[in-house]
């Protein structure tokens, strides 16, 4: 091929994604309105409680209701690193929420990330996963969703940082990472596993945030639910590989996302609205599918905690991380480790203690846990943060005391370490 | 069989207290109640969530913090300076008191408390925070929410909070130093 000749082929191919980009710009934007009537929905109460259902499992509530706000009106500031997005109003209100969009509009957003007036939607909106709900299930979320209280609360307006305030960058955003089917991360066919796929995968979103993303903000497949920092805490490893590894069960995880509440600890940080709004409201057997998919099924055997390494956990081995537990934890966690029976997690089994990477376990050490409730009426005192009272140097040694004793892990983390998360 | 113990250095309302052999894991209201006879501070829920057990610690940089001691073990206070419900009114030199603090006389000129079981952490919860407004005054029109900030951690089970509230606004107002005349 002569330069020349290749120079044209380049050229070509650059004309021809502009004209297909420009084809898909002006099919959004033709497609697109603003104004119209306002829709009239009527679904018959089946298919609304399904609706309902789905939507609480696909957890729309936890971003598109403001704290103290009302419940699908919007509001919920996300950061991310390119700037924050605003969740917006998805009542059927006819100005500010979604009144006047059809059943195909609704469909259009889930599943190719547009808004009904054409624009690009930022996959803060988890496209990305809906885009493989199947459009009965969408159907039933719109009639649940168009039968809700109209509230004529006005959305935020994004706070991008160019050039990501562009909304067009988003089609060829979408063209690199948008997938039909996100990677399964465990082996499996039975029914079970193929439900608990979709619930996790497409309606949970679970890998929105426990799978890492990279530069441009993408999921990386190559490494399903990995586990990744978005925000102060880190969502943690879930691979069947890392669940083990911290003493997870299917048994363990079914009560986990039923109750909030398992022997392997508390839920807490993002993941604790996750439980209140979603996964509680699952059935037992939609809740075994997660469980099944999670794990495989032939799910690998629980690693038990190690027996301690006397060396490195000998009463004098850490003696100034024992002290800081004997003094600051202990009145609550127990000498043993065992917390107070629905009231206090226990420390043994913890899986935030079993997790190789700290972060979860300084952050939780230095700024406390706030007192949460969880169904069935049962609740966990707060915990304080103790970031005044203990140095650097000294909540190293407690995060290496409880690693060693508690989490079967290495006593590793340096002050440094601890340093940086204050 | 016996527990190993830890041993422990503190000053208390002045007073320098051991060393002293203390259980590992012993909590520090119980060295309190048991072992130095300072029966005043109350052991409520245990838990470090009512807070009748607070004492005040003074910190090298001249400020002051509660500090819940149910939960807190008496290593924690190992080589620091405290002070307990019984070191607040001022004393003479044969330990008489002689006056009560501010705090004091206005919770006893207002009623504010009837059972009094958590009559102790609310005056070492309010002396620290009149304290802190000796470093950093609020201006008069925050009183009342700062107050109600302050003290939210402070449980009463018989009626307390208004009349507790109100006495330590008045205290603060009072002073000619704890608050700005600014907005």
Redesign the interface.
């Known amino acids: 091929m002569t330069f020349r000749r290749l120079v044209l082929s380049v050229a070509a191919a650059a004309v021809v994604g502009v004209i297909a980009i420009a084809t898909l710009v002006a099919i959004n934007l033709w497609r697109g309105t603003t104004g119209g009537p306002v829709q009239a929905v009527r679904a018959p109460a089946d298919v609304v409680a399904r609706g309902k259902y789905l939507a609480e499992a696909a957890d729309c509530a936890a971003c598109h209701s403001a704290p103290g706000g009302a419940p699908f009106a919007g509001g919920l500031p996300m950061q991310s690193g390119f700037g924050t997005i605003y969740a917006t109003n998805i009542t059927p209100d006819p100005d500010n929420g979604i009144g006047r969009w059809s059943a195909d509009d609704f469909w259009r957003a889930l599943h190719n990330g547009v808004r009904r007036d054409g624009q690009q939607l930022y996959p803060a909106m988890p496209y990305t996963s809906y885009r493989g709900m199947t459009r009965a299930d969408a159907d039933a979320i719109y009639a649940y969703v168009m039968q809700l209280r109209p509230m004529n609360v006005p959305n935020r307006e994004t706070e991008l940082n160019f050039p990501f305030n562009i909304r067009l960058g988003m089609l060829g955003w979408n063209l690199l990472f948008l997938r039909d089917s996100l990677p399964a991360v465990s082996a499996g066919s039975s029914p079970p596993w193929q439900r608990g796929r979709y619930l996790v995968n497409v309606l949970g979103h679970c890998g929105e945030c426990h799978t890492p993303r990279g530069i441009l903000g993408q999921m990386e497949l190559s490494r399903p639910f990995a586990g990744f920092a978005l925000g102060r805490l880190a969502a943690p490893d879930i691979t069947p590989a890392g669940l083990v590894s911290r003493g997870w069960t299917a048994a363990g995880l079914r009560t986990f996302l039923g109750r909030g509440l398992a022997r392997q600890g508390s839920a807490f940080g993002d993941m604790h609205p996750v439980i209140m709004l979603s996964t509680r409201n699952l059935t037992d057997d939609d809740l075994n599918a997660m469980a099944t998919y999670l794990l495989g099924d032939n799910p690998p055997a629980p690693t038990p905690l190690p027996p301690i390494d006397p060396a490195a956990a000998g009463p004098m081995a850490n003696a100034a991380g024992r002290?800081s537990y004997?003094?600051?934890c202990?009145?609550?966690h127990g000498?043993d480790g065992n917390g107070?029976p629905n009231?206090?997690v226990a420390m043994r089994d913890n899986s935030t203690l079993r997790l190789a990477d700290p972060r979860n376990l300084i952050v939780a050490i230095l700024d406390g846990i706030g007192s949460e409730n969880f169904p069935h009426h049962d609740s966990m005192?707060?915990m304080?943060g103790f970031s005044d009272?203990l140095g650097d140097g000294e909540a190293a040694a407690l995060a290496n005391y409880l690693r060693v004793t508690w989490g079967g892990q290495k006593g590793d983390v340096t002050p440094a370490a601890m340093h940086a998360l204050r | 069989m016996s527990l190993p113990t830890r041993p422990l250095t503190l000053t208390i309302n002045g007073k320098t207290h051991g060393p002293m052999d203390v259980p590992e894991g012993m909590m520090m209201i119980d060295v309190l109640h048991e072992m130095l006879d300072l029966t005043g501070s109350r052991l409520g829920c245990g838990q470090g969530i009512c807070h009748a057990c607070v004492v005040i610690w003074d910190r090298d940089d001249q400020t002051s913090e509660e500090v819940p001691t149910c939960i807190t073990g008496a290593g924690f206070f190992d080589g620091k300076r405290i002070r307990t419900i019984e070191g607040i009114a001022q004393t003479n030199d044969r330990g008489e008191i002689v006056a009560l603090s501010p705090v004091q006389q206005a919770f006893t000129d207002r009623f504010s408390f009837q059972c009094g079981y958590c009559t102790p952490a609310f005056v070492n919860a309010a002396t620290v925070l009149i304290e802190r407004l000796k470093r950093a005054p609020v201006p008069r029109a925050q009183v009342e929410a700062t107050v109600a900030a302050a003290l939210e951690s402070q449980i009463c089970r018989c009626t307390g909070y208004v009349r507790y509230y109100e006495a330590v606004r008045d205290v603060i107002l009072a002073a000619p130093d704890l608050t700005r005349d600014d907005a």
């Open positions: 002290s004997m003094a600051l202990a009145g609550c000498l107070v009231t206090v005192q707060r304080p009272k």
